[in-house]
Each structure stands twice: as structure tokens, then as C-alpha cells.
């Protein structure tokens, strides 16, 4: 595998440190993103995924390790820290409540100003990041305050896509939107990820949308990395996760209860469309034999 465009090298983070409210957040988190992957970060509350990916580009500054993008630590310098907060984009939870500009075109253009870019650059980025997240031209003219709840999401979005960053980050981005929404969002993200090669980094506590999405997925727990793989390696430890007070698919789930009657699934099991085949095969293996 090639090398890793952003990685954590044993990253910690400890709050109030020295006072009787001291908190260790993350500790000795080591973790590698590589280029044109969906990486699914997956913990409980008060795992340490918030302030993990705060680190990512240079928001809070590590307690002690590094993070290193493309081999270089982003808080070498004040250029090394505008760089990585250029190349790697970070949508909070909630993202619509950082809106604050006079028109949803001004709001997708602040970023790309930031940068130093043209007007001619801005206006390109501002067209091209909407049209990535569904938000229509006659939009952009209104105050982001007159839409609805999912269209400020797409535009908070935007703002980060805007700067078009290599690594995406997104803290639960389908957060209080209902199960359109939630697809919808989902499908905007992925037309980024196809279009442009940038990695995309989902944390969630939902393991349905990284089960779906993610190629790998990294679990935290109480602040350390307890697992890292693929997620047919994730799920097939079942057991640990829930002992994380993390809940497993709804398939991997059923795929154990079934396995526990005695109905033979492949442990790769873990969506709706996985157990669909799976069953047909079975059913199909059931009709040839007899």
C-alpha cells in the first residue's frame, strides 16, 4: 500500500492537565489515512473521536506525538498549519450552526477566500462545491437562515468542500436529519470522494453507516485505538464491540442468531444487501440438493 497522505504518530491529548479536572482524551493514538479511502472511525461517547479529529488539521494542538501530513508535522509552523488546514476539511456535528454570512454564496466562499485565491477561483469553487451537495443556483443569493434544516447542512458542506481538501472529515454528518436526508447527505459525499480521489473520514457511532460506507474502519475506546481493519475484521468480533457498549449491525446480529440454529452465513455478513445474497445462495445450495 502507498504511503499515508495524513497519520497520527502515538498522538495524545490530556485536558486541564495539572488541575484536578485533568482528562486524558487520546493516548499513544496511532492511525494512517491513505488516499481515496472511506475510513470509518467508529466509538462510544467520550471515546476520544471528537478530539482526535481536531487534531487533523491543527485545531488543537497534541499533548505530546504528531500528526504528519504527507510525512511533514502540521504544527511544525503557522505555513504548516495553513497548509493542513487547506488540504484537510473538518465538518463538525451540526455543521448548519457555523453559518453566519449574509448569503449561502458568501458562506461557501469563505474558505476559498481565506486561501488567498481569485475572485474568478472563488466563484468557480463556490458553483462547482454546491453542485456536489445538491444546493441549487437560485440558493445562493438567499441568507442560509431562510432554509430548511438539511439544505444548511449542504451548505455547511460546501464551505468545506469549497476548499476542495484532499482528506475530508466528517463528524456524524447525518446527525437529527431523517432517513432521506440522511441518504441524501450520504450520496453528496460519495459524488465528492468519486469525483475527486480525496479521503473521506466518517465518525460515527453508527455502525449501519460505516458498515455501508467504510473500507476500513479504526474503533476507540476510552481514548486508545482498540481495533483497526476491515470491517468484515471488525464485525466478526462482535463480542468486544458490544463489551465497548457499541452496538453491531442489525445483520450481524441476525447473522449470529442464525448461526446459533445452525444456518451456516459467510462471517462477511452485515447488510441488508450481504444477507440477501447470502440467504438466496443458501436457498439456492437447499434446491440443488434436493
Keep these: 500500500m502507498n504511503e499515508p ?14 488541575t484536578p ?5 487520546v493516548k499513544d493514538v496511532n492511525i494512517e489515512i491513505y488516499k481515496g479511502e472511506i475510513l470509518g472511525v467508529i466509538g462510544h461517547t467520550g471515546s476520544g473521536k471528537s478530539t482526535l479529529i481536531q487534531h487533523l488539521n491543527a485545531l488543537i494542538k497534541p499533548t505530546s506525538g504528531a500528526v504528519l501530513l504527507d510525512g511533514r508535522d502540521i504544527n511544525a509552523s503557522k505555513d504548516s498549519v495553513r497548509q493542513a488546514r487547506s488540504r484537510v476539511g473538518l465538518v ?3 455543521p448548519e450552526y ?22 474568478a477561483e472563488i466563484d468557480e469553487r463556490v458553483r462547482i462545491s454546491a453542485q456536489f451537495v445538491g444546493v441549487e443556483e437560485e440558493l445562493l443569493d438567499r441568507s442560509p437562515f431562510e432554509l430548511s434544516g438539511g439544505q444548511k447542512r449542504r451548505v455547511a458542506i460546501a464551505g468545506v468542500i469549497a476548499m476542495m481538501p484532499e482528506v475530508l472529515v ?32 466518517i465518525v460515527t457511532h453508527s455502525m449501519e453507516e460505516a458498515a455501508r460506507h467504510a ?20 464485525f466478526s468480533r462482535g463480542e468486544e464491540l458490544r463489551s465497548m457498549g457499541l452496538a453491531t449491525p442489525v445483520m450481524t446480529d441476525l447473522s449470529e442468531r442464525l448461526a446459533a ?8 455478513v452485515y447488510t441488508v444487501e450481504q444477507m440477501t445474497r447470502a440467504l438466496l445462495e443458501l436457498e439456492r445450495g437447499c434446491r440443488d440438493a434436493s
Design 261 to 268: 440454529l445452525g444456518v451456516k452465513l459467510p462471517r462477511t
Design 21 to 25: 479536572f485533568e482528562l486524558t482524551a
Design 98 to 119: 457555523q453559518l453566519f454570512e449574509e448569503t449561502v454564496y458568501k458562506d461557501i466562499a469563505f474558505g476559498p477566500k481565506n486561501m488567498k485565491l481569485s475572485e
Design 5 to 18: 497522505i495524513l497519520k497520527t504518530e502515538n498522538l495524545c491529548h490530556v485536558y486541564s492537565a495539572g
Design 92 to 94: 463538525f456535528q451540526y
Design 170 to 201: 466528517l463528524d456524524e454528518p447525518m446527525a437529527g436529519l431523517d432517513p432521506g436526508g440522511r441518504e441524501s447527505i450520504m450520496e453528496n459525499i460519495l459524488t465528492y470522494h468519486k469525483k475527486t480521489g480525496a479521503a473521506i473520514v
Design 215 to 234: 473500507g476500513r474502519m479504526v474503533v476507540l475506546n476510552h481514548g486508545t485505538v482498540a481495533m483497526d481493519g476491515t470491517p468484515e475484521e471488525i
